[in-house]
């Protein structure tokens, strides 16, 4: 039994604020998101999302018997990058190495590609975050190289991992 990908609602707030408050899943995001994280931070992501340009941006709630889980998203690139996108994602820690995650990314590439012009999704997890690399080597994608101190988290350089899947490879 695997995991669906549809619309956020903001009936899921209160799954969302509760899965993202959690300092395991933010130090291995991009900074931004506050701590601890609210239902009132919930609502105003899933305003903004609801709100994107469809063209720009997918993103999706990742749910199992239809409760919010964690989320996926791909953000269309600009300019000459318009038809590579970056590929962003998490679960709630309940729902770690399950298959969850694997499944999630699968998901929403086969939907970017069935739906989209675009041909590449890439995403760039720190190198430590073994188990991130990990969902994206199972869903196809391959290592193109590692970006040296390429970020600094919580005060520390970090490397990232540049993964791609490109459009007909993996499929």
């Given at each position: ?8 609602r ?7 604020a ?19 994280y ?12 609801l ?9 999706f ?6 409760e ?7 953000t269309?690139?600009?300019?000459i ?31 970017v ?6 041909v ?7 190198s ?21 101190s ?7 350089l ?10 007909g490879?993996?499929?």
């Open positions: 039994m695997g995991c669906a990908l549809r619309s956020w903001l009936a899921d707030s209160a799954a969302l509760s899965n993202l408050n959690n300092r395991k899943i933010l130090d291995n995001l991009r900074d931004g998101l506050p701590f601890p609210t239902q009132a931070d919930a609502e105003a992501f899933i305003r903004d999302m709100s994107a340009d469809p063209e720009k941006t997918f993103a709630a990742v749910t199992l018997d239809g919010a889980i964690g989320s996926v998203g791909v269309r690139g600009e300019n990058h318009f038809r590579t996108a970056e590929l962003g994602y998490y679960l709630g820690e309940p729902y770690w190495g399950r298959g969850f995650a694997t499944d999630a990314v699968r998901q929403v590439c086969a939907y590609f069935a739906h989209t012009d675009i590449r999704i890439y995403a760039e997890p720190f430590r975050n073994a188990a991130s690399c990990r969902v994206l080597e199972k869903a196809g994608f391959r290592l193109e190289g590692v970006l040296r390429a970020a600094c988290k919580n005060g520390k970090e490397d990232m991992k540049m993964y791609a899947l490109v459009k490879e993996s499929e």
